[in-house]
């Protein structure tokens, strides 16, 4: 048998971290999500005046540089800085224990903030958004948005801003106005949803309890991502976008989906809920952005870009195994990749390693039952037992096959076995083209480009809960994705899902079902024409 070679040396990214394989064989422990309870359905979004400056609080007047304040946080040993500042007549907000906030006049500060057991910030009277911060240190910080959200009798998003570091007996006393918490924000904020008659206790609660810094609305402008306010208004109201639109789930949030698809553009992805969200990726008219920002349930509307396939690099420099060349430049130390392994008592048998499934165009033939490939043997030995636990295929290919060779490529680079020697196994320097990363571990493939080279994964239900279940579903420990969208570093609904799915990848079994999701922070042309290595999803 001939054995196709893989030239992975010279190209330039890696997929997946053998110290990562080796070390967390059931992923990353992390606390399980807390659901959020369907609230009621949405009454008719009537408008109503806004209370008189109920939903803010300011303690000191922004144009008196003598009565202005900053926070600053104290360890609990340093009584003698406590007393200092007292001295210099600042006020305890909050004592946690182990640490304690104070309100410092903004003159002292600095002198403060030489100490070693101090620390202190701006952002404490912040909340950071995605292209803009409210002050809630002002009064009225948002009174120059553009999309301003106007209070209705029926339910609707609020923004709740708190003191300091959050204690949970203080989400228990806004929950206990009716509000429900939906999404921490930062800085120590959460957006909640409420009907008027809730909003108006939570703000009844901030002029009377100084824990709650600052209320206010979510305005309609905070909903809509960056680079979708840019596009609008360079398109033709009629102009279809590709968009995906996060709603509240709610026992309105069907009306919502049908008045969405009403537009008429296509359906790229299908509706999911994750983190209390149904999201759906669809095409909406540019005129129609606005009012879709507007609606009561919409929590985020952001434009949807296609993932991509991206590329890889070699195993001697993610081993740190590196020198100085004689121009000082870094360079891998040379062949010996599979000593190394053996030096640092990495096993060889595959039943000692996790499996897992490179998603991707495919692997080898697409039938796990009748491997081609030698190196996705044990040992690289076709006599040997193959390491291919299973094959899915998410597209509407008949077969799970890598006619493009993409994925054959990463699942070689995560997992090929090739100690061969000479032409074509070795380059000039004598470094193996068939070694993985880690070439003793068990692997998977789940398809998601088709053979045309679209992604398609409408035979996993069309969404990414679908895809990361599949895998789940059939053993594998992690998936490496070698593949992402050219969004400018967002942080987007899909690296959300990700991250979700990092905790719990079955979220309707209880307890936390862990899995350990390695994506490519690839390098990869962006479309203002520079290179952009942070494309989501960005879970790691």
């Known amino acids: 048998m001939h054995r196709v070679s893989f030239p992975w040396r010279n190209t330039r990214l890696v997929v997946l971290a053998l110290v990562v394989l080796s070390l967390f064989p059931n992923g990353p422990a992390f606390p399980k999500a807390s659901a959020i309870a ?16 109920k939903s803010l609080k300011q303690e000191t007047p922004a144009d008196d540089p003598s009565t202005r304040t900053t926070k600053v946080i104290v360890d609990a040993s340093d009584t003698a800085t406590r007393t200092r500042l007292i001295a210099q007549g600042a006020s305890l907000l909050v004592d946690y224990g182990t640490f304690s906030l104070w309100s410092v006049p903004a003159a002292t500060a600095p002198n403060a903030r030489t100490q070693t057991s101090l620390s202190g910030s701006a952002t404490f009277d912040a909340i950071v958004l995605r292209d803009s911060v409210i002050n809630t240190s002002v009064e009225n910080p948002d009174s120059q948005v553009s999309r301003q959200q106007q209070r209705i009798d029926g339910e609707q998003f609020w923004l709740v801003q708190f003191v300091g570091p959050i204690k949970a007996e203080w989400l228990k006393t806004i929950e206990a106005t009716g509000v429900q918490r939906v999404i921490y924000m930062p800085n120590h904020a959460y957006l909640v949803w409420g009907d008027d008659a809730s ?4 703000e009844a609660l901030a002029a009377t ?10 305005h309609p402008e905070y909903r809509i991502a960056p680079p979708l306010k840019q596009a609008v208004p360079q398109r033709a109201a009629s102009d279809m976008l590709d968009v995906t639109v996060q709603i509240y789930t709610t026992s309105a949030t069907a009306t919502t989906l049908d008045e969405l698809k009403a537009f008429g553009g296509r359906i790229i992805r299908n509706p999911s809920e994750v983190l209390g969200f149904t999201n759906i990726t669809l095409q909406v008219p540019a005129g129609q952005v606005d009012a879709i920002a507007r609606r009561a349930d919409v929590y985020n509307i952001e434009p949807y870009v296609a993932p991509t396939r991206l590329d890889e690099a070699q195993n001697q420099i993610m081993a740190g195994n590196l020198v100085r060349d004689p121009a000082d430049n870094l360079v891998p130390s040379g062949p010996g990749y599979l000593q190394w392994l053996a030096d640092n008592g990495f096993p060889t048998d595959p039943a000692a390693y996790p499996v897992v499934d490179v998603v991707d165009d495919g692997v080898d033939g697409g039938n796990a039952a009748n491997l081609r490939h030698p190196d996705f043997f044990e040992l ?19 077969l799970g096959d890598g006619v493009a060779g993409h994925g ?3 699942a070689g680079i995560v997992g090929g076995f090739n100690n061969l020697n000479g032409f074509p196994y070795r380059d000039d320097n004598g470094y193996s083209f068939g070694l993985g990363v880690s070439p003793y571990t068990r692997l998977a493939s789940t398809k998601i480009f088709a053979n045309s080279g679209f992604y398609d994964i409408a035979a996993c239900g069309n969404t990414d809960e679908g895809v990361i279940g599949a895998s789940y579903a059939m053993g594998a420990t992690f998936t490496t994705n070698s593949w992402g969208a050219p969004v ?11 991250d979700a799915f990092t905790r719990d990848a079955a979220p309707a079994t209880v307890g936390n079902q862990e899995m350990l999701h390695i994506l490519q922070p690839a390098m990869m042309a962006h479309p203002r024409g520079v290179f952009d290595r942070r494309v989501p999803p960005k879970t790691c």
């Open 38 to 53: 369907p609230p009621a359905p949405l009454a008719p979004a009537t408008a109503r005046q806004a209370p008189d400056d």
């Open 199 to 202: 909003l108006t206790r939570l």
């Open 209 to 218: 309890d100084p824990v709650v810094q600052w209320t206010g609305p979510y």
């Open 380 to 398: 690289g030995d076709p006599a040997n037992p193959d390491r291919v636990v299973y094959m899915n295929n998410c597209t509407f290919d008949l």
């Open 408 to 410: 054959n490529l990463n």
């Open 488 to 498: 400018g570093g967002a942080y987007d609904v899909f690296a959300q899902i990700y």
